[in-house]
T-cell receptor, first 113, second 114 residues
Framework: GDSVTQMEGPVTLSEEAFLTINCTYT??????LFWYVQYPGEGLQLLLK???ADDKGSNKGFEATYRKETTSFHLEKGSVQVSDSAVYFC????????????WGLGTSLAVNP | DTEVTQTPKHLVMGMTNKKSLKCEQH?????MYWYKQKAKKPPELMFV???????INESVPSRFSPECPNSSLLNLHLHALQPEDSALYLC?????????????FGSGTQLSVL
């Protein structure tokens, strides 16, 4: 079945450092891919998405490119801030009839001043 | 208004209590969801309502009983819970009947079962 694999955390960075959180997937067909973020004490928010190969999602300085050849959707940001400290979830929406989000395990990011 | 509002934010209940969680959205979304989330884990889907009808029940124990009185409201009735049911309960909504394309989440109810 469909699955999502995320790099394990926690990830600890200094402010202004470069961030990469790896996400790879297994799916039949052409899934849609998402990054959700959960700030402390809050629900999840959609950060960005891509619905077809080579699409780049971007928001708040974060980017991720849908790479079908490597089945990846890595999250990147050039210069992180303390306010980016959160848990990041990669997710997949299959192309089949059971349109159920498949979640990665999440990666906790802590950014120090 | 792009918010999903959940009440209460925190709830402590005993194993014999009956309580309800409430969720409200005014975005005109016709799909509403209940998720359960343990700390720093991904959310687990519990129920999905599409056009006010229950469309998905992920084999959730009957001590959890969902209700969708209208297209803006979603309740989760709790009865005879177990300590392992302690978790963050998240409500979400989406624009399409089956649309998971963009979920809008509430801030959740942090539930503790004693």
């Amino acid at each position: 079945g469909d699955s999502v694999t995320q790099m394990e955390g926690p990830v600890t960075l200094s402010e202004e450092a470069f961030l990469t959180i790896n996400c790879t997937y297994t799916a039949t067909g052409y899934p849609s891919l998402f990054w959700y973020v959960q700030y402390p004490g809050e629900g999840l928010q959609l950060l960005l998405k891509a619905t077809k190969a080579d699409d780049k999602g971007s928001n708040k300085g974060f980017e991720a490119t849908y790479r079908k050849e490597t089945t990846s959707f890595h999250l990147e940001k050039g210069s992180v801030q303390v306010s980016d400290s959160a848990v990041y979830f990669c997710a997949l929406l299959g192309a089949g009839n059971n349109r159920k989000l498949i979640w990665g395990l999440g990666t906790s990011l802590a950014v120090n001043p | 208004d792009t918010e999903v509002t959940q009440t209460p934010k925190h709830l402590v209940m005993g194993m014999t209590n009956k309580k309800s969680l409430k969720c409200e959205q005014h975005m005109g979304h016709r799909a509403m969801y209940w998720y359960k989330q343990k700390a720093k884990k991904p959310p687990e889907l519990m129920f999905v309502y599409s056009y006010e009808k229950l469309s998905i029940n992920e084999s959730v124990p009957s001590r959890f009983s969902p209700e969708c009185p209208n297209s803006s409201l979603l309740n989760l009735h709790l009865h005879a819970l177990q300590p392992e049911d302690s978790a963050l309960y998240l409500c979400a909504s989406a624009q399409e009947g089956w649309g998971y394309e963009k979920l809008f989440f509430g801030s959740g109810t942090q539930l503790s079962v004693l």
